[in-house]
Nanobody
Framework: QVQPVDPGGGLAQAAGSLRPSCAAPGCTLSRNALGWFRQAQGKQRETVAALSRRGGNTYYADSVKGRFTIPRGNAKNTVYLQMNSLNSEDTAVYYC????????????????????WGQGTQVAVSS
């Protein structure tokens, strides 16, 4: 089960940066494909980014492409979402998710593909 650790969310000004993270204590995330999702108030959950198990393939939503990246952390069981050039439309609760998979280079961009979810961390961007 993934859980947010030192979430790195919170409040940022427009054009600023944040870096939420999540970890899976007792679990090796390198055996999982990873994903970040967000849900703004009154809206459906949407995919932000996805990363294959080996990290070679990524997916980014058009709304965050060029601004967000999903590098793996130094620890094997930590994943980050580096968010730069934030704007007010990025305000949402952000969730990390993991999917155990045999396939090294497949990423998954649908929320229903993921079985383990973090608790979510609030990100608010002020203009």
């Amino acid at each position: 089960q993934v859980q947010p650790v030192d979430p790195g969310g919170g409040l940022a000004q427009a054009a600023g940066s944040l870096r939420p993270s999540c970890a899976a204590p007792g679990c090796t995330l390198s055996r999982n494909a990873l994903g970040w999702f967000r849900q703004a108030q009154g809206k459906q959950r949407e995919t932000v980014a996805a990363l294959s198990r080996r990290g070679g393939n990524t997916y980014y939503a058009d709304s965050v492409k060029g601004r967000f990246t999903i590098p793996r952390g130094n620890a094997k069981n930590t994943v980050y979402l580096q968010m730069n050039s934030l704007n007010s439309e990025d305000t949402a609760v952000y969730y990390c998710a993991a999917k155990a998979t045999y396939y090294s280079y497949a990423y998954y961009s649908r929320s229903q593909d993921f079985g383990s979810w973090g608790q979510g961390t609030q990100v608010a961007v002020s203009s």
